[in-house]
Every structure is written in structure tokens, then in C-alpha cells.
């Protein structure tokens, strides 16, 4: 028996969520220390939104390596290189992402010219 009981209440979250920075879906899970993209090292914490079905992913890239292709979140003075998503749904039936923003543009109410990796793949896809 284990000392301490856990819960996985996000099954199947980390095989939706993709990394904002360099867009890798491979995530290393380190024991009390938290959930990081195997490529760039953004940190990854999520949480129980208050009434839907789903989660809420933060990602922090204060831990961010420099590699080729990732893009670091924006950061702000006070909060650092935050940002946060929402995605609705379940382990059986699937998630969608309902919403993503970059802390920096909620807080500072300005829009950035940064995008999520998934989003910067959409836009060099379509130029080409």
C-alpha cells in the first residue's frame, strides 16, 4: 500500500496538451517538482476549472531551455512568462481547447505578437 493515496483526475490530459513554446506533446513528469515539456523544459501545472468538465493548464516558462524553433512565452514584470489555457471535455469523450492567452496580454490588455506553437504551425502551413 502506498503511503499516500493519489487521484488521477486529468487522465488523458497530457496526451491532448501540446507545449505552447516549441509545440512537443511529450511531457516528463518529475515527483514534486511538476510536469515539464521533454524538449524546452516549460513547466506545466493544471487545475479544475470551477464549473465545467475539463481542466485549466498553466504553463510557465521561467524553466524554458533555448532551442531551435520555441518561441518563449511573454513575460510581465510582475507575474513573469505565464500563460494559461482552458480545455473542455473528458478522458472517454475527448478534449477540445476552448481558450488560450498569454498572461502578458490579460494583464497588461495589450495584444503580443506571440502565438502558441500550434498556432504558429497553422500560420507557416498556410504561408506555404
Given amino acids: 500500500m502506498a503511503i499516500v493515496d493519489t487521484e488521477e483526475r486529468?487522465?488523458?490530459?497530457?496526451?491532448?496538451v501540446k507545449c505552447p513554446v516549441c509545440g512537443s506533446d511529450?511531457?516528463?513528469h518529475l515527483?514534486?517538482?511538476?510536469?515539464?515539456?521533454?524538449t524546452c523544459n516549460t513547466r506545466c501545472t493544471l487545475r479544475e476549472p470551477s464549473d465545467d468538465q475539463g481542466f485549466i493548464a498553466e504553463f510557465d516558462s521561467q524553466y524554458t531551455?533555448?532551442?531551435?524553433e520555441a518561441?518563449?512565452?511573454?513575460e510581465t514584470d510582475e507575474y513573469g512568462a505565464l500563460a494559461?489555457?482552458?480545455?473542455l471535455g473528458s478522458e472517454s469523450r475527448g478534449y477540445d481547447r476552448y481558450w488560450f492567452l498569454a498572461y502578458a496580454d490579460h494583464v497588461d490588455g495589450r495584444e503580443s505578437e506571440w502565438e502558441p506553437a500550434?498556432?504558429?504551425e497553422t500560420?507557416?502551413?498556410e504561408a506555404d
Fill in 10 to 16: 486529468y487522465a488523458g490530459a497530457f496526451d491532448t
Fill in 26 to 28: 511529450e511531457w516528463t
Fill in 31 to 38: 515527483v514534486y517538482q511538476g510536469v515539464f515539456c521533454a
Fill in 65 to 68: 531551455w533555448s532551442v531551435e
Fill in 71 to 74: 518561441e518563449p512565452i511573454p
Fill in 84 to 87: 494559461s489555457g482552458k480545455w
Fill in 118 to 120: 500550434w498556432d504558429r
Fill in 123 to 125: 500560420v507557416n502551413a
